[in-house]
């Protein structure tokens, strides 16, 4: 009876069925998991990662902080980054806006995008940005030089957290990267230069 199964037949099946099945989670895992750290760390702060805010904070503290700004290119990426200045000092509370120029010194446009982290990582919690270019691709043309603002403040609950009281300092720091023109841009340099 060749449609009878064996017990080592059944056996087997099983194996193979939970195998697939593992894998299946494993790659449904690997899958979620870049989304789900990345909204971790938003949500706690974890890694340095800020908040955004919606406005300005409704508080504003006599003591001040100061707000470092670095900037740094990936491996790949030819535009020359820098911050305007390299650090200010705030009120804990108020809107400070600060700005980084971005150069590209290429002879053809080049996007790119910004990924960015606070240090120390615990004060990620309390660092809220209000606007900021790292939200959107930014498409730099050939020689374009700009600059480009962040405006935040850092939230009054940090002196109220044992892990961030007493910070004197925090620093900003952004990394752009080389990303692919998108289709549309592409489609309106080709009809710019023609």
Not at 113 to 132: E, M, R
Request: include cysteine; glycine fraction near 6%; aromatic fraction near 12%.
């Amino acid at each position: 009876m060749s449609g009878d199964l064996t017990p080592r037949n059944q056996s087997n099946r099983n194996v193979v069925f939970g195998l697939l099945g593992v894998i299946t989670v494993m790659t449904a895992m690997a899958w979620a998991s870049v989304p789900l750290y990345d909204w971790f760390c938003r949500v706690t702060g974890y890694g340095g990662t800020t908040n955004v805010a919606a406005g300005d904070s409704n508080t504003i503290l006599d003591q001040t902080i100061i707000v470092r700004f670095d900037a740094n290119t990936a491996i790949d990426m030819p535009w020359e980054f820098r911050p305007v200045v390299p650090h200010m000092e705030l009120r804990i509370g108020e809107t400070g806006m600060a700005f980084y120029e971005a150069y590209n010194p290429t002879d053809h446009p080049i996007a790119g995008t910004a990924s960015y982290n606070v240090a120390p990582f615990d004060a990620g919690l309390y660092f809220s940005k209000i606007a900021c270019f790292c939200f959107e691709e930014q498409i730099l043309m050939p020689g374009e030089r700009v600059e480009m603002p962040v405006t935040f403040f850092v939230d009054p609950e940090i002196v109220n957290d044992p892990e961030t009281v007493g910070t004197p300092a925090i620093t900003l720091s952004y990394t752009f990267h080389i990303v692919d023109l998108p289709e549309d841009d592409l489609a309106a340099l080709d009809a710019a230069t023609q």
